[in-house]
């Protein structure tokens, strides 16, 4: 798997961060800035919905995400910032998402695409994340019941990317 750190994604017309078919590296400090056209800041795929899960054992992705902004239009807008489904697990650290309709959605269902699991078996969370001009933080369509206190942790102590470590010549939008 591959692992990768300062992420600068600007004005993109799809999504900014995309993974699938069992991505478990680790990203480390993602800055993420929509434009107009943009789509989600995140997309996450367990597996190839265009193909479905044809590894045996299963498996899903499950990265490690730390020091992530995601920056969008405003909550008028009606994006998501990051959409998880088709059973994506995932560990997010130090998060903030700022300009969106909505910050979390989780996609899936109880059977083949089961990202609502991950939340109640500990493997998809965030811990420390800060959340501006956000009509609704987390938006379960999976099935499973969890409260937004299962999914997310440290709500109101996320910094985001840490743009002191980056260096002096990298600047940010």
């Known amino acids: 798997t591959v692992n ?4 600068s994604v600007v004005n993109a ?3 900014s961060v995309d993974w699938t ?3 478990s590296g680790t ?3 993602v800055y993420v800035k929509h ?3 943009h789509d989600k800041g995140i997309e996450a795929d367990g597996f190839n919905t265009d193909i479905g899960n044809n590894s045996n054992p299963l498996f899903f992705s499950k990265p490690t995400v730390e020091n992530l902004t995601i ?3 405003g909550s008028g807008t009606g994006n998501e910032a990051v959409r998880l489904r088709a059973g994506t697990q995932g560990i997010f ?3 903030l998402i700022e300009g969106f309709e909505e910050a979390f959605d989780l996609d899936g269902d109880q059977g083949d695409s089961p ?3 991950g939340v109640t078996s500990g493997d998809l969370h965030v811990t420390d994340a800060t959340f501006t001009d956000i009509i609704t933080k987390l938006k379960n369509d999976t099935g499973v019941t969890f409260t937004e206190g299962d999914f997310i942790s440290g709500d109101g102590n996320g910094t985001g990317t840490d743009y002191a470590s980056w260096g002096t010549l990298w600047t940010r939008q």
């Open 21 to 23: 078919e069992g991505f």
């Open 115 to 117: 990202t609502g699991a």
């Open 27 to 29: 990203l480390t400090n």
């Open 4 to 7: 990768a750190s300062y992420i």
């Open 71 to 73: 920056k969008g239009l």
């Open 13 to 15: 017309q799809d999504d």
């Open 93 to 95: 650290k130090n998060v």
């Open 35 to 37: 434009g107009s056209e």
